[in-house]
């Protein structure tokens, strides 16, 4: 479905299913999310969200359904097409560069933006001199807003578990997206690192002009940031709306707290 | 930042530091050996290690830096070795040259084993690693033996007898000049947006797709310039040795490579360099110890792995070989 001023959508999902082998993982997923917006989608353990991502990221490539993304079909790209689309996204168990510094892990996300060949860098050519000291300002700078600076020059690994979170947020952003996917940013945090992070996203949001979609078990965090939220179980979608309205949807309230139970 | 003052000047001179220190090595070198202090074979081996160094650096970047797994070495330096003899040796009658012309030949031959070598890299990485898993490792191995096999059907360089009668025209200069012109691009490369991009793939692969990296080009680019870096210093030894016989290529060369590679340090240029120059040396120098010598050897790895698992240098880089513009710490970063 082409942009129009009347359908903004950045991301549209229709009818998205895969099946590995005789398990139908998810099952006709439907989703919109338009520019700006800050979605959700929660769902017990095991109800297919991750396998909803790794689709959306390309790492797992649908067997039906379409994936639009500002416009355009991308269902069959590679990895790091839909990453060049405009697309990026952190994992739920967080997959940075390990060893590398802070400051190296955003300088690889940097990669589509630095636009020099392979002969003048195996020469070292003074372009390409001045646009590793200018990636060294924009990295840094990046690090800066993120308030990672100090750690700029720390091994990843080494870094405290929330630091290599807001780190992999960072290393996302650094892709220049314009749609980011958190998968269960949350996860391990305690409850005032939960609130800071909330506050991030919601910053991140209007900072960086970016549309978020995030995965999260963390009900609260899910209902103080997002504007909507989606709620899949077994695959499918079963319901769909704003905070409020998810807090009060009877079939949310069933897959979450079982027959008669109450948020 | 003073670039005009005496501190300017003395930055400048330190840039080419590692320069003038291979200067000042060559002039040394042939003024012990014009003295006769220095035994015509013992240059000779300070020569195999100087090549050594470069197949050895060119593997490190399949090996260590993208974090692939290739143990077919050698074959790249076959290939490179038998494409610049045989444009010396068959296509040119270098003997028959006049000396001036002489050193453009052999550059071009030089070129040439590099690009043969290269295309050779393209045909066997671009199949191999666009897949996970250790199809690399064995399709490497398959290619050295294959190389190997199909030189001894090629009378035209000798078929199983071996290819006699290469110029040597390859001296001490020649092989540093090559030295060090490898040691300057993959240093260029290693710390240039390419080269992130194949630390991202030994990091994790998948973290750098998400991050937009083509990581399967990125591979088979680093593949191919270790290829070519094998196939230039192929041309060097052929003309270094004069000869060159199939067998002189086998798995268990490949295997040399490897083992200078993981005892110097995989991952850093100054690994590569210390582990091929380190064991090319040491075995001439246990020579003394007769039969003994490979035990020594033997032994001496195994220590090596046990207490210093990181290999000789340790991960560290010198730091000539980390170009200057990219900070390492917070100190360095202030001026």
């Known amino acids: 479905m082409p ?47 991750t396998t909803i991502f790794n689709m959306l990221t390309g790492i797992y490539p649908p067997t039906s359904g379409e994936i639009f993304f500002r416009g355009e079909n991308i269902v069959g790209k590679s ?108 996860a391990g945090m305690n409850p005032q690192e939960v609130d800071r992070l909330a506050k991030t996203i919601l910053w991140i949001r209007d900072e960086f002009k970016v549309t978020i979609l995030l995965i999260e078990h963390h009900m609260q965090l899910v209902m103080n940031v997002c504007d909507h939220i989606s709620v899949v179980n077994f695959g499918k979608l079963i319901a769909e709306g704003t905070p409020g309205e998810i807090r009060t949807n009877p079939a949310v309230i069933e897959a979450y707290l079982g027959k008669g139970g109450k948020f | 930042m003073d670039k005009t003052g005496f501190s300017g000047f003395l930055r400048g001179v330190g840039r080419y530091a590692p320069l003038l220190g291979l200067i000042v090595f060559y002039i040394g070198v042939t003024y012990l050996r014009e003295i006769q202090y220095l035994k015509a074979y013992y240059l000779q081996v300070l020569m195999f290690g100087l090549i050594n160094c470069m197949v050895t650096m060119g593997l490190n970047l399949i090996n260590g830096v993208t974090g692939q797994f290739s143990i077919g070495q050698a074959g790249f330096v076959a290939v490179g070795a038998y494409t610049s003899a045989a444009i010396t040796t068959l296509m040119f009658q270098f003997s028959a040259l006049s000396p001036l012309a002489r050193p453009f030949v052999f550059l071009i031959s030089i070129l040439a084993a590099g690009a043969v070598a290269g ?84 990091e994790d692969d998948l973290a750098a797709e998400t991050m937009g990296i083509n990581t399967t080009t990125h591979k088979v680019q ?87 698992p990181n290999g000789i240098c340790n991960g560290k880089e010198f730091s000539f070989l980390i170009p200057p513009l990219a900070p390492r710490n917070p100190e360095e970063a202030r001026d």
């Not at chain 1, 895969?18 to 017990?44: M, W």
Request: net charge positive; proline share 4%.
């Open chain 2, 222 to 308: 680093a593949f191919i310039i270790g290829a070519v870096t094998a196939g230039v210093a192929g041309a060097l030894l052929a003309h270094l040795l004069g000869y060159l016989h199939p067998d002189q290529f086998s798995y268990i060369r490949s295997t040399d490579f490897l083992v200078y590679l993981y005892a110097g340090g995989a991952g850093t240029m100054s690994g590569a360099i210390a582990g091929a120059m380190v064991l090319t040396i040491l075995p001439e120098t246990l020579r003394f110890l007769a039969g003994w010598r490979l035990v020594i050897y033997g032994l001496a790895l195994v220590l090596m792995m046990l207490y210093r």
């Open chain 1, 3 to 49: 942009i129009t001023p009347e359908n903004p959508s950045v991301l549209e999902v229709r009818d998205l299913g895969i099946r590995f082998g005789g398990l139908q993982a998810v099952d006709s997923f439907h989703y919109r999310l338009k520019e700006g917006d800050l979605g959700g989608i929660i769902g017990p353990n095991g109800a297919g969200k």
């Open chain 1, 79 to 186: 990895i790091h097409d839909f990453t060049a689309c405009g697309i990026a996204r952190t994992f739920q168990n967080i997959r940075l560069f390990r060893e590398l510094s802070a400051l190296e892990n955003i300088k690889i996300a940097s990669h589509m933006r630095v636009r020099y060949g392979l002969f003048p860098a195996l020469f070292r050519a003074p372009s390409v001199r001045r646009r590793e000291d200018e990636l060294e300002y924009e990295c840094m700078a990046l690090l800066d807003r993120l308030s990672l600076t100090q750690y700029a020059h720390s091994r990843a690994s080494s870094l405290p578990y929330g630091i290599q979170r807001r780190l992999e947020i960072a290393r996302a952003l650094a892709t220049s997206p314009r749609l980011l996917l958190l998968d269960e940013p949350a």
């Open chain 2, 119 to 202: 295309v050779f890299g393209y045909i066997i990485g671009r199949p191999s690693l666009r897949v996970k898993g250790d199809y690399l490792a064995i399709v490497t191995l398959g290619f050295g033996e294959i190389i190997r096999a199909v030189i001894r059907l090629i009378p035209q360089v000798g078929g199983p007898r071996g290819f006699s009668g290469i110029p040597r025209y390859v001296n001490l200069a020649w092989i540093l000049a090559f030295f060090a012109l490898t040691i300057w691009f993959l240093r260029n490369y290693i710390y240039s947006s390419f080269g992130r991009a194949c630390v991202s793939c030994r």
